[in-house]
């Protein structure tokens, strides 16, 4: 249990992929998966879903947390090796006290020297406004995304979060999403429990059900599967 759950993944192309999961974690590899570089982070939360929209990555997972990923900055990877140093200097003392106490002799762990990936990033919180788990990131047309997860739909775009309205006699309050998908147009869709699907419009902000596969006429239950009505 000390290896993380891995619950999204994003192909950005043919040899770039970010991988997120339980414990913050955020993975990525720039040339096919030869290497595989975890992103340094101090957020516990559990990462769910990720996705990415114009030059940046975003990730939304437990407890209504988002992030967007941006490369790091020669400056910003100066200061994360200067902390990982730090890091490894701690542990070291620690180790040797530890020896110490036990009248035994140190003795240094061997550590692989690994290379460089060529981009590492850096994990910008955003304030979401809300503690609700989010499940899914769906890109959008215009490099934002659309958030999904229990009892919220939202907009993001870096540090711009729109609320997404649901219709007037829709109980958003009982609703979990799952799922979510976006079209070029502006036209987002979420789905979600008790066969749930909802259509929503990023150019008008509202969202309301579209349909629902538990109470559709056109659906019966036959054995283990579900089939259409007329045959």
């Known amino acids: 249990r000390d290896l993380p759950r891995l619950h999204g993944v994003y192909a950005k192309d043919r040899s770039t992929a970010i991988v997120v999961g339980e414990f913050g974690t955020v993975i990525h590899t720039e040339n096919g998966g030869e290497l595989w570089l975890v992103t340094p982070s101090d957020i516990g939360v559990t990462w769910l879903a990720v996705d990415g929209a114009g030059g940046s990555i975003y990730v939304a997972g437990s407890d209504g947390s988002a992030a967007y990923l941006t490369p790091a900055t020669d400056e910003q990877r100066l200061e994360m090796d ?95 999403f799952g799922g979510a998908a976006a079209s070029p147009s502006g036209a987002f869709w979420g789905v979600g429990i008790r066969g749930l699907v909802v259509r929503g419009n990023t150019r008008t902000s509202d969202f309301a059900p579209a349909f629902n596969l538990g109470s559709s006429d056109n659906i019966t239950l036959v054995t283990n599967r579900w089939a259409s009505s007329n045959g």
Do not use: C
């Open 82 to 176: 200067r902390a990982a140093a730090e890091a490894a200097e701690k542990a070291e003392q620690k180790a040797r006290k530890k020896a110490k106490r036990r009248k035994k002799k140190y003795v240094p762990p061997k550590v692989e020297v690994l290379p460089r990936a060529d981009i590492e990033y850096i994990v910008n919180l955003v304030d979401t406004g809300t503690t609700e788990h989010l499940f899914d990131v769906a890109t959008l047309h215009d490099d934002s995304v659309i958030v999904v997860g229990r009892s919220v739909v939202f907009r993001l775009s870096q540090n711009a979060v729109e609320p997404m309205a649901p219709a007037a006699d829709f109980p958003l309050a009982y609703v979990w």
